[in-house]
């Protein structure tokens, strides 16, 4: 019951953070998802959970088999700080679009509450005991 509940609150907070905000740290998702489940939906430049998925779809990347994803505010924030390159190679003119199918799957991901994450880090740091990450 009380996991049901963690991950229904989760999927809200998600719905609710502005799509502006970074990416979604892998540990909250990783509390309720294998790693395997999140392998394609990584952020290539900060390393986490890909929010509001952008697709790198540049032509001298063609040859490569897996999905080329960043988070929509860490691309903005790459591009002002390197306008008109690219994160994955260096390269002018990177092209990139909206992955809505990504974008849909990434927000069908259980997580916790990040709140609750911490309150339990927290708790398990004051009883001594390790979480595992």
Not at 87 to 105: A, E, F, G, T
């Amino acid at each position: 019951m009380e996991e049901e509940k963690s991950k229904c609150s989760m999927k809200m907070a998600l719905k609710s953070i502005p799509q502006q905000h970074s990416c979604f740290e892998k540990k909250w998702i990783l509390q309720l998802n294998q790693q395997e489940d999140i392998n394609d939906f990584i952020c290539l430049i900060c390393k986490q959970v890909a929010n509001s998925p952008m697709e790198i779809d540049c032509p001298q990347h063609k040859d490569m088999d897996e999905s080329l994803i960043v988070g929509e505010n860490c691309l903005k924030q790459f591009l002002s700080q390197k306008p008109n390159s690219c994160p994955v190679k260096h390269h002018d003119n990177c092209l990139y679009s909206q992955n809505w199918l990504m974008k849909r799957y990434i927000n069908e991901l259980d997580a916790i509450c990040p709140r609750q994450f911490e309150q339990e880090q927290q708790q398990g740091y004051e009883e001594g005991k390790t979480t595992r990450f």
